[in-house]
């Protein structure tokens, strides 16, 4: 079995959870490769319904071995109320099934303080942050300013580095922010606490992956949210704060000289689109809310409410591109039901022409959608399991999509349990 990566091609929230939890069966490594606890990936299963924010969600298969990789941040507190919540309910994790990358730096407790303070300062100029320490983070790890998981073996080296990162940081919380300084005492608190909780699950997981590739294992490498959110090729600033692309997936999981073959791009049959920034396709009122309300677009991480549109081809296109795209995973399908006729955004208007390409963030602003409708199907057809049992009208819009966005169309989920899905032989 080849390797695959499936990853996000709007702006987060297409259903990646949905469709690695389906495609684990297939695979022995799952491996989450960046971000953080501010993922949302939601599955259905034989074990209940979870909403995933840093375990790969792969755990829930049997034998199979989850890996948190080197370009995540690693925040102990969420994981290990993540991993309680779903042992809890029946799942077995362990060191054997659960591994954590040594070379995985550590979100701090004030890396979440920090998120609150600066979205506090910037009042109605927020990026729309979900508060989980995510910027504060990776700013800390790019500049050095973090500790690696592995460090947690070194108890020593690892209280003197902390003093150093302490004295730093409470220039910033006292100085920038007139916030409490944080002191040593709890700073090892949590060490001992969540940290300890965690570390039976690091190790040298490249070590790992290189063993398990010389004896032909396959590896899914699971991304969070989507193209438009990668720090270097989106709506920058309203992107995350590291890489969400399938060509980071190998540096981000530890090893990096694996090419992963197939890049399964995960696109909602409409557009959402959670926080602040530019999003061309948009909907408002009544329109909204009714898509909103089919659809159930509530954060999964937040409960915030979505914003909702058409699909957009012109964000799907760029993004499938900067994927690497090689086939589509079309997910709720079945949300459009309801719709008698089924707008959809295939090009922008911008400075008065038309436009197939996805402009500089900073024109994105100005653009407006050029919307064409597609007929609707109006029946129920979440019972489908192949393609032949889609009305017609549904296949159209599937293939109006792939010829549009130039990549097939491989999967189309129809409803959020695993079984409801067809998959196409292409
Ligand atoms: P992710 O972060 O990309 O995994 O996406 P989320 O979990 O935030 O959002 C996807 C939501 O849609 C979840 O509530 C899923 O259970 C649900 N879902 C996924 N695929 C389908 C589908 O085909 N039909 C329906 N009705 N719901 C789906």
């Known amino acids: 079995m080849s390797d695959c990566a499936v990853v996000g091609v709007n702006w987060g929230d297409e259903g990646k959870g949905r469709m690695v939890d389906l495609l684990t069966e297939n695979y022995d490594i799952v491996i989450r490769y960046q971000g953080g606890g501010n993922a949302g990936h939601t599955v259905i299963n034989e074990y209940g319904k979870f909403a995933l924010h840093l375990l790969p969600s792969g755990i829930f298969r049997p034998g199979k071995v989850n890996i948190l990789g080197n370009g995540v941040a690693l925040d102990a507190e969420n994981l290990w109320n993540e991993i309680e919540t779903v042992v809890s309910q029946g799942v077995a994790i362990t060191p054997d099934n659960l591994k954590i990358s040594s070379r995985a730096s550590l ?12 979205e506090n300062r910037l009042s109605d100029k927020k990026y729309g942050s979900t508060k989980q320490g995510i910027a504060p983070f990776y700013s800390d790890k790019y500049q050095k300013k973090t500790v690696l998981a592995g460090e947690l073996f070194y108890p020593e080296k690892l209280k003197a580095h902390l003093a150093d990162l302490l004295e730093w940081k409470n220039l910033i919380l006292t100085g ?3 916030a409490k300084p944080y002191t040593m005492e709890k700073l090892l608190a949590w060490v001992d606490d969540y940290c300890g909780k965690i570390k039976p699950f690091i190790c040298d997981t490249h070590q790992y992956l290189k063993a398990a590739k010389a004896q032909g294992k396959s590896i899914l490498y699971e991304a969070q949210l989507g193209s438009l959110r990668d720090l270097d090729m989106g709506i920058y600033p309203y992107t ?10 190998p540096v981000g999981s530890g090893l990096p000289s694996a090419r992963p073959e197939e890049v399964i791009g ?7 689109c959670v926080g602040a920034g530019p999003f061309v396709s948009e909907w408002f009122g009544e329109e909204a809310d009714a898509l909103r309300e089919a659809g159930g677009e509530y954060g999964a991480k937040t409960g915030r409410p979505r914003r909702v549109g058409a699909l957009d081809i012109v964000a799907t296109r760029y993004g499938a591109e900067m994927q690497g795209a090689t086939a589509i995973a079309l997910t709720k399908l079945d949300i459009l039901s309801y719709m008698e006729k089924i707008p959809v955004c295939v090009k922008y208007l911008v400075d008065g022409q038309e436009t197939d390409d996805f402009p500089f963030p900073a024109a994105l602003d100005d653009a407006k959608p050029v919307t064409e409708y597609l007929d609707g199907w109006q029946c129920d057809i979440s019972g489908a399991r192949a393609w032949e049992d889609l009305p017609e009208n549904a296949r159209r819009y599937v293939e109006y999509i792939e010829k549009a966005v130039g990549c097939p169309v491989k999967y189309i989920s129809v409803g959020a349990e695993r079984e409801s899905i067809v998959i196409r032989d292409i």
């Open 107 to 118: 979100l701090l407790p004030w890396h979440r303080q920090l998120d609150e303070l600066e």
């Open 266 to 272: 995960v696109v909602k049959a409409y557009a959402t």
């Open 240 to 249: 995350t704060s590291s890489n969400t692309l399938a060509a980071y997936a």
């Open 176 to 178: 920038v922010y007139g």
